[in-house]
């Protein structure tokens, strides 16, 4: 059974980092498409950054958080993590990993187009608030 698990939230300061983690088990990562979504109070979850299956390790990341947000994995510890720099107000809310299986001639970034439409299995969701 495909389980997502995400952990590392927290209360930051603006300006501060943190590093979320989302271990997942069940599946093999060479064949799914993994990435990061944000849900703030009211408003649905949006799209961050995705990381390729297949054995690659191509990324893509929305406009909001490129260069401040990177996704990397570690297969090791059958872990995704984000690592998030320079952390705005903006930036809290419920962050949530997701996964789908990915087609050999796709890249994650052709999902992560489609938002939250574009995966299929999800975690509980970790919270983060960036507050003074």
């Known amino acids: 059974q495909l389980q997502l698990e995400e952990s590392g939230g927290g209360l930051v300061q603006p300006g501060e980092s943190l590093r979320l983690s989302c271990k997942y088990s069940?599946?093999?990562?060479?064949?799914?498409?993994i990435a990061w979504f944000r849900q703030a109070p009211g408003l649905g979850r949006k799209e961050l950054a995705c990381i390729d299956g297949n054995g690659g390790t191509g990324t893509d990341y929305s406009e909001t958080v490129g260069g401040r947000f990177t996704i990397f994995r570690d297969n090791a510890e059958n872990t995704v993590y984000l690592q998030m720099n320079a952390l705005k107000s903006e930036d809290s809310g419920v962050y949530y990993c997701?996964?789908?299986?990915?087609?050999?001639?796709?890249?994650?970034?052709?999902?992560?187009?489609?938002?939250?439409?574009?995966?299929?299995?999800w975690g509980k969701g970790t919270p983060v608030t960036v507050s003074s």
């Open positions: 997701a996964a789908r299986r990915q087609r050999l001639e796709d890249t994650c970034g052709s999902y992560m187009r489609f938002g939250a439409n574009g995966f299929d299995n």
């Open positions: 069940g599946f093999s990562v060479d064949r799914f498409a």
